[in-house]
């Protein structure tokens, strides 16, 4: 993906912006708190995009209506952070990374909350983000902790994430092929390994029935 090609699928899946009531928390009727980070948001805006959130209000749950608080310590306060900005109508930010850390770990986590939390439309704009930036883990040859964590934050049924990796993995695998990178991620996950065996026999089976045309049109002429 082109920085152009990646600024333009940014922009076609932006939304109405309400990022001016969450920063002055006019209005607000409901707190999300991550540790040291608080914010005050809307029921209205917030449950309708996730049911998950939805049902954490529920008393049954444990919701206590008193307080008004969703408690959500136990994540990444930078991915709760991306979290309300889009639920408010925002892309999100992602922190500046370590020198050596692959950006794509932080947008494979943001994904993978949105699956945790049930927000399809942050499912999608971190798809973005791994698409522009996992290409540059395969130039780099920095594989392993990209595929580790795609694996290891879906389920087998989630299949965008996995099929983008392995396929892109796959598609590049002439230059990965003595990567000790790609040798620890099939360590790591056999399932990783299947999905790109199973790449391998499609193209196989494209090539056997390509062949096949080409020689049943020879016989025609």
């Keep these: 993906m082109t920085p152009e090609e990646y600024s333009n699928a940014l922009e076609a899946v932006k939304r109405v912006s309400f990022r001016q009531i969450l920063d002055s928390g006019e209005y607000s009727d409901l707190e999300i708190r991550c540790r040291d980070d608080s914010y005050k948001v809307h029921r209205a805006i917030v449950l309708s995009q996730s049911p998950v959130l ?53 947008h494979i986590s943001v994904y993978g909350a949105a699956e945790m939390y049930q927000i399809n439309g942050l499912k999608d704009i971190a798809m973005i983000h791994i698409k522009y930036w996992f290409p540059e883990a395969i130039a780099s040859k920095e594989i392993e902790q990209a595929v580790g964590a795609a694996y290891s934050i879906t389920v087998e049924q ?59 049109r020879m016989l025609n002429t």
């Design 158 to 216: 989630d299949r965008p994430l996995r099929d983008y990796i392995s396929r892109t993995v796959f598609e590049n695998m002439e230059q990965l092929r003595d990567s000790p990178q790609l040798s620890a991620a099939l360590e790591e996950s056999s399932t990783f390994g299947k999905d790109l065996v199973n790449f391998f026999n499609a193209r196989r089976r494209d090539q056997e029935k390509y062949a096949q045309n080409i020689d049943v």
């Design 54 to 106: 939805r049902n954490a209000c529920r008393p049954e749950y444990g919701f206590k209506e008193a307080s008004g608080v969703i408690e959500l310590h136990d994540e990444d306060p930078f991915v709760v952070h991306a979290i309300v900005q889009h639920l408010y109508g925002d892309d999100y930010e992602a922190p500046m990374p370590e020198p050596d850390e692959d950006p794509t770990l932080f």
